[in-house]
Structure formats: C-alpha cells, structure tokens
C-alpha cells in the first residue's frame, strides 16, 4: 500500500489536540517520558519520529497518521 501525505505540521496538529483536551505540556511530557522542554521542540517540528507520534497517537486517543496521510486505514487507537 502507498499512502500520500498531506502536507501538515505535526507539531501544530499535537499542540492543538493536547490544548483541545485541556491537557497541560507538563503531562504530555509525563505521560511519554520525556522533557517538558523536548515538547515545546515536538510543537516546532513539522514531521517528528513515527514510534514518538505512535506513542503520542496512544496517550492522547487520536489518530495522528489518519491525520497525516490520505486514505490511511488502520486505528492506531480506540476513539
């Protein structure tokens, strides 16, 4: 299967999905075991690690890939 990716911020959509659920940097951070400082980078970065956006996906309920590529089928989580 060939997946086209939209051209997207993953940084911004992040940023925006953990503001949307009222969730606080300091607990992302927590939640994947990392830097507070290293999320303020993630909202930076228009494309980041594939295992990072997988566990991001996981702990936040939202399907990032489905937000980045066009037509992707699979569920990485339960929404």
């Known amino acids: 299967m060939n997946f086209i990716m939209k051209d997207v911020h993953v940084g911004k959509m992040v940023h925006t999905e953990l503001k949307r659920q009222g969730r606080t940097v300091t607990w992302l951070a ?10 303020y980078k993630l909202f930076r ?3 980041i690690d594939l295992e990072q956006l997988m566990k991001i996906s996981e702990v936040l309920g939202h399907n990032f890939l489905r937000d980045c590529y066009d037509d992707y089928p699979f569920d990485l989580v339960n929404q």
Do not use: P
């Not at 927590?30 to 999320?39: G, P, R």
């Open 45 to 47: 970065r228009k494309s």
């Open 30 to 39: 927590e939640q994947i075991y990392c830097e507070k400082s290293n999320i």
